[in-house]
Structure formats: structure tokens, C-alpha cells
């Protein structure tokens, strides 16, 4: 009896014990420390703040070259650019430093909690970096407009317009190889189509913003397939691809309020 | 009175006697009790295994492939039964696609699913165009087959420049390439990346926040140490293709039975 009482009390003993370390591994494991909160926000920029940094210099540098795809800047004009770039820089790190702080403040009463809280802090971050901090609204792309010359200004416009164009057009072209697949385009039917959507993008006042580019893109392909599809002349499509265009057309009359508002159709 | 009584005795001895057995009726008696046996030993026979059915949503696509070749070979009525018959058997053949097991999978290897999310383990619409092409000379004149071989090898093309031009020119975009560079990409991308599937190109089309992962090899050819850290500071993600979407851009004709 004796020795059955001992044996109950061992193996208590040790499942306990067992079930103590596990739990104690557990919240270990949930715990984690600022480097870890910081390699969440800078995971795609070398995982630390110094890489970062970095990253984000060669980036301003970056610009300057995007620029002078379309213009010559004087050094004046890179100064001052350069400079609006360290305030985007600065902007950025005191959001960084104001989410570190709020993630040391973290009561540790539920792990699994703060985990998610410092997760919801770090990825809005980690997200702006991923696309970038000079782009609308910064003070990179303030001051781009304010130290330009009226003729540079329209240089740089002129090139973003054409490299949107030609953004549009390979869209276009992806689109009519997908498209292909189930309408079992011909090739000639697809450099057909190709060369028309290239006409109609051409003729475009404005050129949808990168922004929603895909869905509005996509819109403007269905409509202009339809409007072929539907002239008197088109032999472009056989009876059993035509209808498929025919159950395209729903589509390309929702979407004509939406494209009229961004100025895309009359 | 003696011959009342032997009389009484041979009526109660037949009585006592059991009734005559047929054979038949003992052979079925035989049976049912060999059936009670086996039923307490033996197992329960096993139902014949079921052959294996290929993924639905692979269906819509052998039937464009299908409608592809009727419109670009134009063959009679008996040589389409033939196709149509031969494109079954290679898509009952495609249960294997569901294997998920793929040797040499990379972190940009382009992976397919199905609409249950079924991981393929190679592209579907290339299986299905391979699979064509290796039953069609059998079935077609040498003129339609070689028709067939031309018209598929440029609807390849397209696809191929449609998806490496993109990708070229995101990366130009994103990092500010110049054009030789652009153009230097672009042949690498069509050369050395066979893989590269337009419809997994418009993932990236429809989800701008993201970058594909580009294999980091063709990468080296062309950019400089700078710009490849600078491409990996995107967010680099590998978007499944999912099979199965868009029913209402297929063609409505539906070959297979």
C-alpha cells in the first residue's frame, strides 16, 4: 500500500512538473523582446534601424535618378531635395520610436495579447517601408514641386504619363494572354486586340492613378472589347467567343458611372 | 386383428421416419451453411478501389484547349470525336497533378491551386497543351497538326512577353533601371525563365502592395549589388494562381462529356 501510495505521489510529482516547465517554456516563448518588434518593421530593410537608415539614404538617391530620367536637377536642387528627404526620414522614425514606446509600455499579463497589440503596431510601419516614403504626400514629393522649374515640372509630368501609358499597355497585354486562355484566342486575335487596346490607351486624357490602376484598367479592357465586339464591321471574334463578350457587357455597363467620375470615358 | 395391429406399426414407423431430401434441396442447404460459416471467418470482400477522379476545375481548361484546336486545325467531325476522347483520357491521366510534391521547390517556384485549395504540383494549362500536343499527330494530317504546332508555339509567345515585359518593366519602375537594363532583363526573363506564367502576373497586377519573387539568379545578371538590395526592401510575396475563377470568360462549348 505503502509503496502503491509512493509510486502515485512520484509519478504526481513529475507530471506536474512536466506541466510547470511547459508552461513556463510557453510564456518564454510569447514574450518578445524590442530587436524582435523591430525586425517586424524593418523586415524587408535589412531586419535593424542602422539598415534601414541606410536603405532609406540610397533611396532619396534613388529619386534623384528617377528624376533626371526626365530632367537635369542642379545641385542646388538636390540639396534641397535631399533635405526634404531626411525630414520624410525623420517623419518616419519618430512614428517608429513613438510605436516602441507604446510596445514597452505593454502590460505582459497576456502574451498572446500583446503579441497581436505590438503585431497591430509594427505592420502599419513595416508596410509604409515596403511602399515607400517619398511618394504622395511627402516632403520629398512637396519639395520636388516647389524647387522645380515650370518646365521641368512638365518634363516629369510628361514621362510619369508616358511610363503610365506603357504600364497600361503590358497590363493590357497580360490581360488579353489570360483572357486568351478561355476564349481560346488565336495569336492574331491577341496582337489584334493588343494593337487596339494601344490606340484606345493613346487617345486617353488622363491615365488612371497607380492607385486602383488594376480594377479601372480592367474596366476600361472589358468596355473596349465589347464596343469592338459590337461594330457593325468586327469580324473579330467567332459566334461562341462572342458570347462571352455578351456576358462581359453587364460588367462594362456597371463599371461606365465609375470610369466616367475618374474622367475615363465621355 | 394381427393385420390392424402391423398395419398401425408401419403407419407409426413412417410417421417417425424423416422426409426424403432432394439433392438440390441439400446443396442449397450446403451452401447456406457455408455462407454462415464464412460470414463468422472470413472478411467482408472488399469493395473494388475506386479510380481516382481528376480535379473538376481542370475541365473548363481542357475544354478551351479543345475549342482552341477546332478553331485552328478545323477538323472533321470523326477526327474531333478522336481529340475529344483523347483529351479525356489525358485529363483522367491528370490525377497525378494533385501530388503535392515537388522536387526542387523554391521560394519562387509558382504555385497553382484549385478553388478547395488543392495544391497543384506543376502549371495545368502547360500539362494540358503537352498533352495535347503529343496526341494530335496521331489523330490529324500532318498540315493541321503542324497548323496546331504554330499557332500554339506563338500563343506561347505572346503569354511569355506578356508576363516578362510586366515584370521588366515593374522592376524598372521600382527601381529605376535603365533602359538596357530594362531590355537585358526582359531576354533574361524569356530565356532563362520558363516558368514564368502570365496568370500568376496578374496576381501582382491586382495586388500593387506586393512584389513577385523574382528567382534571385536572373536578378544577378542584370542588376547592380545596390539595386538587388533595394529590390529586396519590397515586399516580396509568392501569390498562388488559383484555378477555377473567372467562369464567365470561358467559351460556353463544353467537349467533354
Redesign the interface.
Known sequence: MNTNKLLTWSLATFLGSIVAVSTHRCEAQNQISLAQFDSWIFQTAGRDEEQCRRGLQNKIELQFVRIEQSTPLTESQKDCLRLAGQGDIKRFFDRVNQAREKFLRMEHKDNNANINEAYQLASPLQQELSQGIFGDGSLMEKATRYVMTDDQTQQILERELEQSRVMMELQGKVFLSTIGRGMALTAKQQRELQGHFQKKIQQLGNIPATEGRSSVSGSLFIMWLVELANDDDSSHFDDEQMVVIKRLENRANDAIPMLKLRGLVK | MVTRRWSFLLLGLLALTTRPVSSQEQRVQAVQEFNALNQLVAEEPKPPAKKPIPPEFLK??VN??L??VH??CEPTEEQMKAIVESAQDSLEGMVDILDPKVRGRTASTIQYRGLDGQRLNQNP?RRIREDTMEYLPLLLSDEQYQKYKQ?SS??E???Q???S??LA??VT?K??LSKSQQRKLREVFLEEWPDLD??W??AY??N??FVPIIPSNLLRKVLTT?QQ??W?????VNISVMLGQ?A??????EWLP
Open positions: 473548363p481548361l478551351a484547349e475549342s482552341f478553331r485552328v494549362v499557332e506563338q500563343r509567345r505572346f503569354e512577353e506578356a508576363a515585359d510586366y518593366a515593374l519602375y527601381l529605376t502570365s496568370q502576373v496578374v497586377i491586382d500593387q502592395r545596390e538590395v533595394a529586396a526592401s519590397f515586399q516580396q473567372n464567365e470568360l470561358f467559351l460556353e462549348k
